[in-house]
């Protein structure tokens, strides 16, 4: 089995990341940083998904483990304490995974009519920088509503746990491979209405966002995960589920419920 250890460059996680590598590598096991079979992330979310995104061309041979080392991460099963317990678990790895959905975004440019793509885990958002945000939002193709206002952001299952959940959206299981389409302070009065409600996307439609009149002197956000776009000469996004999936190995993958809980509420009652 070959190996990466992906850490973020505080230094609890470096000190964790070389206390993996000794004992990885006194049992044996082989480091690979350019083709992985598992790789380990040694941080917290943001660690996790910087490697996602680091790998995201390899992810059907891939399996992911997370190591938190700091706060609760909704990714991260593994706490820094429980080294030696992952080492174990390593040794006798079954190649049992579990799988969530994914994000494809497609950018369509106005000036050349070039296509961008990009992968997102939990979300994407666009937003208009500086007056407010104009556009058509087509479902399976079929024009839905005129949006006005700050944005809008589209999110996987696993991402409805984060930003779309500040937005109002709902909490939706991985198990529902689904987008969920979310206002960002749309306006809303006698003379402009929109649904005012997020929205569940079924796998098999498609969200389009169409700027209204773009022009040169239009700049949008672009927001895939974590990285953010600026400037992007957008004639259209569209939105799917992707085809491609992330594993995380299923040494003791928490289920999807326990991580709401542990992440928002604890154990406290």
Known sequence: MKI?????????????????????????????????????TVGGDGTLLSAFHHYEKQLDQIRFVGVHTGHLGFYTDWRDGEIDDLVVSLQSDNRQSVSYPLLDVNVLTRKDGEVHQFL????????????TMTSDVYIGGDLFERFRGDGLCVATPTGSTGYSKSLGGAVVHPDMPVLQLAEIS?????????????????PNDWVTIRPVSPGSNQDFLLAVDSRYYHTIDVAQITYKVSKKKVYFAKYRHNGFWNRVKDSFIGDEQ
């Open 4 to 40: 990466e250890i992906f850490a973020n460059d505080s230094d609890k996680s470096l000190a964790i990341k070389q206390q993996l590598q000794k004992k990885l590598a006194d049992r044996h096991f082989i480091f690979d940083s350019e083709n992985p079979d598992i790789v380990i």
């Open 120 to 131: 997102a885990l939990n979300e994407s958002s666009i937003r208009r920088v500086g007056p």
């Open 186 to 202: 749309s306006i809303n009065n006698r003379v402009f209405r929109t649904i005012s409600s997020p929205l569940i996307i079924s």
